[in-house]
């Protein structure tokens, strides 16, 4: 079983930055998929970046696209979404997502469906004020 606990949420002014916070913990495969969605209010939830830990693969939506980057901390097992150039609407909850694969290409955007993630965290608000 896969733990995955978001932090660092917050509310900024439009142009500002946010860094979320990943902790994963209680790995079964030899590679992931580690995912940030997010979900405005009366909207779908989306994938925003995705990380693939066997070669470091990432993966963006397009609107964030130059924005935002997903990195890992291999040391800690923390895997961060810095948030850059904030626009009002990258407001929503985030949420942190994990599958086990050994391919890349499983984190690429064809397969960013909440189907295709087994561990989902709880989430973390994000409020970007213009």
């Known amino acids: 079983q896969v733990q995955l606990v978001e932090s660092g949420g917050g509310s900024v002014q439009a142009g500002g930055s946010l860094r979320l916070s990943c902790a994963a913990s209680?790995?079964?495969?030899?590679?992931?998929?580690i995912g940030w969605f997010r979900q405005a209010p009366g909207k779908e939830r989306d994938g925003v970046a995705t990380f693939f830990t066997g070669d470091s693969s990432t993966y963006y939506a397009d609107s964030v696209k130059g924005r935002f980057t997903i990195s890992q901390d291999n040391a800690k097992n923390i895997f961060y979404l810095q948030m850059n150039s904030l626009k009002p609407e990258d407001t929503a909850m985030y949420y942190c997502?994990?599958?086990?694969?050994?391919?890349?290409?499983?984190?690429?955007?064809?397969?960013?469906?909440?189907?295709?993630?087994?561990?989902w965290g709880q989430g973390t608000q994000v409020t970007v004020s213009s």
């Open positions: 997502a994990a599958r086990g694969t050994l391919r890349p290409r499983y984190c690429s955007g064809d397969y960013w469906r909440d189907s295709e993630y087994q561990f």
């Open positions: 209680g790995y079964i495969y030899s590679q992931y998929c």
